[in-house]
């Protein structure tokens, strides 16, 4: 057998190979897009949390008035633009001074944008749309959720704990719905040394919204809200 018969590609995979690679093109026009979009609205705060909430739930308020005091404080909020703490968190922003901005991912089961969105993104691909809840924020605030809000929150406290983002309040609220969590981590991970003890302590249990805004300006109260010009490049690279 030659060396050109050893490459060739079997009946109908070099159509999806081409096809693969043309889809690179459409990962990038996500990416370009949402850039683009959002690069003017820092500072942010990602809110994070679950689709399934009710409107008349102790978590819908919390996320809204969390928001709220969010935007009134100069702060541009970062939702998953969906249903749930999503909506609500956008409600309370929108209603406040500063942009109201939804990342909506399309799904099997279609996720409509709700309506309180001034700047509204459709992403195909849950990486894309997960890099932009972090790119663009100075801050996460995480709401009760399932499956899709615990892997925004880890993916936000990896990124933190390897140095491939900048430093940022990473904020666990309602905490009582965490506290299984939290005890895992603190507790089994810290104990069979699977994370460092100052792992831990990159999240904060906040349960007041007005502590959650203190928190977040006492972070950056001696750095300012800036990029310092080491985290440019790292979030350049991100």
């Not at 799904?107 to 849950?126: A, C, M, S, V």
């Not at 615990?150 to 905490?175: C, N, S, W, Y």
Request: glycine share 8%.
């Amino acid at each position: 057998m030659s060396d050109v018969d050893k490459l060739a590609l079997p009946d109908g995979l070099g159509a999806d190979s081409s096809r693969e690679a043309w889809r690179v093109f459409g990962i990038m026009a996500e990416f370009v897009e949402a850039t683009e979009r959002l690069s003017r609205i820092r500072p942010a705060v990602s809110i994070i949390g679950s689709a399934r909430v009710a409107a008349d739930s102790a978590e819908y308020m919390l996320a809204e008035q969390t928001a709220r005091l969010l935007s009134d404080s100069g702060f541009a909020v970062i939702s998953g633009g969906g249903p749930g703490v999503m909506e609500a968190a956008n409600k309370g922003a929108y209603f406040g001074r500063s942009p109201s901005v939804g990342l909506n991912i399309q799904l099997q089961h279609e996720q409509r944008p709700n309506p309180y969105l001034d700047i509204g993104l459709r992403f195909k691909h849950f990486f894309a749309r997960k890099v932009m809840f972090v790119k663009f924020a100075c801050a996460y605030v995480v709401m009760p959720g399932g499956f899709g809000t615990v892997d925004e929150l880890f993916e936000a406290l990896v990124l933190v704990q390897t140095k491939k983002t900048r430093p940022m309040p990473i904020i666990l609220m309602h905490g009582q719905f965490w506290t299984g969590l939290v005890d895992w981590i603190r507790g089994r991970l810290v104990e069979e040394k699977m994370i460092d003890p100052a792992d831990a302590d990159l999240i904060q249990v906040i349960d007041d919204p007005k502590q959650v805004v203190a928190a977040i300006f006492a972070h950056y109260e001696k750095r300012g809200f800036q990029l310092l010009p080491s985290e440019r490049e790292v979030m350049l690279n991100l």
